[in-house]
């Protein structure tokens, strides 16, 4: 968070960019991250120096299957273990690593501070008061397919209720896995071919990755989606 942290005083203070023209994005362990910044920059973490006030909160954020818990394992998780790339074990380990160093594949056993609002969006505590903490436009995405969806649009629809379903909007691809976006773009090799070959006009190339930027356009001030 430290490093995030650095890395927006940088782009506000070094290359002079206001931050309600920023656009914070994070997939996975990335869209944790990202709101664990938001809430650092509503109510600093009293481990890292005192943020300035003038850095307000960006104008748009996009999340992209992102890790919202580090301890709720929704039904997903079991209906989903199947079928996304992701897998439970695989999430136990990471959490494990991040929170002990130690990589384990059980679950963690919980804790006091796995429910700290810097580490905690499910059921933090206290409570994080995300009609402050929240740009004014939101775009969330999830795979129908992945161990995440469960909580993803729990999350998503709370917020919806809070801040009004105009600022937030949820998007789930029917069918996909975990950062679906990214992972068709890498994988499939007929589509990155055709690209290679210049054949820019095919709607398929890179499908999932426009969407992103239409998502993006419809939700900056002045912008419509088809610009």
């Given at each position: 968070?430290?490093?995030?942290?650095?890395?927006?005083?940088?782009?506000?203070?070094?290359?002079?960019?206001?931050?309600?023209?920023?656009?914070?994005?994070?997939?996975?362990?990335?869209?944790?991250?990202?709101?664990?910044?938001?809430?650092?920059?509503?109510?600093?973490?009293?481990?890292?120096?005192?943020?300035?006030?003038?850095?307000?909160?960006?104008?748009?954020?996009?999340?992209?299957?992102?890790?919202?818990?580090?301890?709720?394992?929704?039904?997903?998780?079991?209906?989903?273990?199947?079928?996304?790339?992701?897998?439970?074990?695989?999430?136990?380990?990471?959490?494990?690593?991040?929170?002990?160093?130690?990589?384990?594949?059980?679950?963690?056993?919980?804790?006091?501070?796995?429910?700290?609002?810097?580490?905690?969006?499910?059921?933090?505590?206290?409570?994080?008061?995300?009609?402050?903490?929240?740009?004014?436009?939101?775009?969330?995405?999830?795979?129908?397919?992945?161990?995440?969806?469960?909580?993803?649009?729990?999350?998503?629809r709370t917020v919806q209720?809070?801040?009004?379903?105009?600022?937030?909007?949820?998007?789930?691809?029917?069918?996909?896995?975990?950062?679906?976006?990214?992972?068709?773009?890498?994988?499939?090799?007929?589509?990155?071919?055709?690209?290679?070959?210049?054949?820019?006009?095919?709607?398929?190339?890179?499908?999932?990755?426009?969407?992103?930027?239409?998502?993006?356009?419809?939700?900056?001030?002045?912008?419509?989606?088809?610009?």
């Amino acid at each position: 968070m430290a490093e995030a942290e650095a890395a927006y005083k940088y782009i506000i203070n070094e290359q002079e960019v206001a931050s309600e023209k920023l656009i914070l994005a994070g997939d996975s362990a990335g869209g944790h991250l990202a709101l664990s910044l938001l809430v650092h920059l509503h109510k600093p973490h009293p481990s890292i120096p005192w943020i300035d006030a003038k850095f307000s909160k960006p104008g748009l954020l996009l999340l992209l299957s992102p890790c919202l818990s580090v301890h709720h394992e929704p039904p997903s998780y079991v209906r989903n273990a199947s079928v996304d790339t992701l897998t439970p074990k695989f999430v136990r380990r990471a959490i494990s690593l991040f929170l002990t160093g130690r990589a384990k594949a059980t679950k963690i056993d919980e804790a006091p501070e796995m429910n700290s609002p810097y580490m905690e969006f499910l059921t933090p505590e206290p409570r994080i008061d995300w009609q402050t903490v929240l740009p004014s436009r939101v775009w969330v995405s999830a795979g129908g397919d992945e161990i995440f969806l469960d909580y993803i649009t729990e999350w998503a629809r709370t917020v919806q209720d809070i801040v009004g379903g105009d600022c937030v909007t949820l998007e789930v691809g029917v069918g996909k896995e975990h950062v679906w976006q990214w992972l068709e773009t890498l994988i499939d090799e007929g589509l990155k071919k055709s690209f290679l070959k210049g054949k820019l006009g095919d709607e398929r190339i890179f499908e999932a990755t426009s969407a992103i930027g239409k998502a993006v356009l419809d939700r900056m001030p002045g912008q419509q989606g088809d610009t």
